[in-house]
């Protein structure tokens, strides 16, 4: 069993940065495995933010956030980032770190999908508000 440790999260101003972290216990994100944002705000569906794959970096990430919102990895994959700049309070929601790690890789268009994933993370509270 996965277990992914969530941090960063937190309460920030109209305007402000965060930076989540989110790293499975014991693995690194190998050339086969994903490794996901979502979030859910009060009263709304878990959405995608944004993923990034293993064996090339790809990361897509949401039309709500891109330009906003940056995935990245540390170099010994066993780290997941989401750095989030010029917060709104429409992005205060418990934010989700998924991930997947199979022998199969999934293609792009699969990785916003939340059924790509097999472990999830407990969320971390973002709030964003004056």
């Known amino acids: 069993q996965v277990r992914l440790e969530e941090s960063g999260g937190g309460w920030v101003q109209p305007g402000g940065s965060l930076r989540l972290s989110c790293a499975p216990s014991?693995?690194?994100?190998?050339?086969?495995?994903?490794m996901a944002w979502f979030r859910q705000a009060p009263g709304k569906e878990r959405e995608f933010v944004a993923a990034?794959?293993?064996?090339?970096?790809?990361?897509p990430v949401a039309n709500s956030v891109k330009g906003r919102f940056t995935i990245s990895r540390d170099r010994a994959k066993t780290t997941v980032f989401l750095q989030m700049n010029s917060l709104s309070p429409q992005d205060t929601a418990v934010y989700f770190c998924?991930?997947?790690?199979?022998?199969?890789?999934?293609?792009?268009?699969?990785?916003?999908?939340?059924?790509?994933?097999?472990?999830w993370g407990q969320g971390t509270q973002v709030t964003v508000s004056s």
């Open positions: 014991g693995r690194t994100l190998s050339r086969s495995s994903v």
């Open positions: 998924a991930f997947r790690d199979r022998s199969s890789l999934p293609i792009v268009s699969a990785m916003p999908d939340p059924r790509t994933y097999d472990y």
């Open positions: 990034v794959r293993g064996s090339d970096g790809n990361s």
